[in-house]
């Protein structure tokens, strides 16, 4: 039992400081997000190892499923508009730390932290370098510029 606990509990640790990132960077995702789908993909799989604990096949087709689940729910994070497209970060972000509570569910605990640590690094470095790489468009009569958000 306590070790269930810790499993959904590292999966949520983990997933946190990304939600916190997304959240003051005023995503579209944050910190309700992030790390409901860390420990609710943690639990799935806990569920699945509980209850088909001989099969390999089962517990890889639940894994199938979640995964496709992750990319359709990221799918709702991504727009685009005027040719530009927004929310590709947020969108694997949110299928990192699916797989992250993967991770945690299977006691993969190197795995886990270095998804966490890989993501909220990229995170962090990406939108401080994207500035840097993203062309500045006409300025506009407000003074501010068409240059597009970083995500």
Known sequence: MMLVIGKLAAAYALALPIAIHREASQRS???RTFPLVAVTSCAYLLIAVRFYPEGAESNARLMQGLIGGLGFLGGGAILKSEGEVNGMATATSIWACGALGMA???GAWEIAAVLAACNLF???VGTWLKKFFTPVKEKKSD???DRPAAD
Do not use: F, N, R, V
């Open 29 to 31: 995702a944050g910190l």
């Open 143 to 145: 003074g501010s510029d």
């Open 122 to 124: 990229t995170l962090l």
């Open 104 to 106: 945690c569910a299977y």
